[in-house]
């Protein structure tokens, strides 16, 4: 962890986009530390009172302070030059994310896909059994889930990424050093002992804030390729996340409700309005993402075993040949199985019936 990197998000006035465009100067934080009042004054010209504090050198005293209390918590930094702070909040748009994370757990932040799961605290069991298959059907593509680890829609969304083994974020409005709402402690837990991971860019001792809550939707939407509302009220907080995923240029996504179900209204405009796609399962996100192959193969797969658990023995048999050899005659099935030929012939029949197989020109068979 570097301090310079604390020290300079402590600088009163500067900002996230004018750190970002301070950068492109002055690559090494290090170096701002040390320069004279005259290079200072051209960098920042009449803003007095942050050449005053970088003069001063407080904020660096006061990153080094923060450094072993953050060791003692496990919490850590990721700094937007640095290799493992996640690329979406460099990307284009994204000026306003912070460029440092304070980070408890190890989770790939750059995983070939990201989905956030948003919506209501006040959620129902349609929303939390929606949610849940949404997420069981992701684990196809080991797509990483990223939330909130508020009641309702965000704790089910982490839930069911633990229970299917996928890796899960959870974006916190407060300093790692505590949980909140407190309830979820067990489940912060879970999901640091199985790899995922918690990130605030507020540091440790930072209390709860009601204002700091919907900024802190500005990094979950960020963090992925596309935004998922579950369900949510005609405001809140899960339409903040999706407006925002919108002014990024990244794909929202709503799971539309009953007309006269008020927590399914904001999911119902952001619907009408064009503002999200409607989702049914994960095969409408994989597709929408160009991520539509794996999905596919994941439920082929899935199918192709339901009806090979059907089959008789020595339909399986046959199936397993055809499936290792592509395209096989009649005589090379009855010469591999070791069955007779009436046998054979019986069970392709079967298998022709059922659809599982067909036969080619050439009396050739194949799986279907």
Known sequence: MNPYHIALTLIPGLGNRGIRQLLALCPEPEALFSMSHAQLKELFQRHDSIISTIESKAVVAQAEQMLPLMEGYGVDTLFCTEAD????????????????????????????????????????DYGICTTTRLVQEMKADNTLIVSGLAYGIDTAAHTAALDNGLPTVA??????????PYQNRYLARRILDQGGALLSEYPIHTGINA???PA????????SDATIVVEAAERGGALITANIANSYHREVFAV????????SEGCNNLIINNKAVMIRNAG?????????????????REEQLSIFAALSSNEQAVVQLLTDNREMTLDEIVAKSGLSLPKIASTLMDLELKNVI???????YKVK
């Open 85 to 124: 702070y996640p690329q979406r909040l460099n990307e284009a748009g994204c000026e306003d994310t912070p460029v440092l994370l304070y980070r408890k757990g190890r989770c790939n932040l750059n995983a070939n896909h990201s989905v956030a799961m948003v919506g209501s605290r006040k959620c129902t």
């Open 216 to 223: 802190r939707n500005r990094i979950v939407a960020a963090l």
């Open 256 to 263: 539309p409700g009953r007309l006269d179900d008020s927590l």
């Open 211 to 213: 204002a700091y809550f």
């Open 284 to 300: 409408d996100l994989f597709y929408q993402m160009g991520w539509k192959n794996t999905f596919d193969r994941q439920r082929q």
């Open 358 to 364: 067909r036969c080619l020109p050439g009396r050739l």
């Open 171 to 180: 974006v916190m409005g407060h300093g790692l050093d505590i949980v909140y």
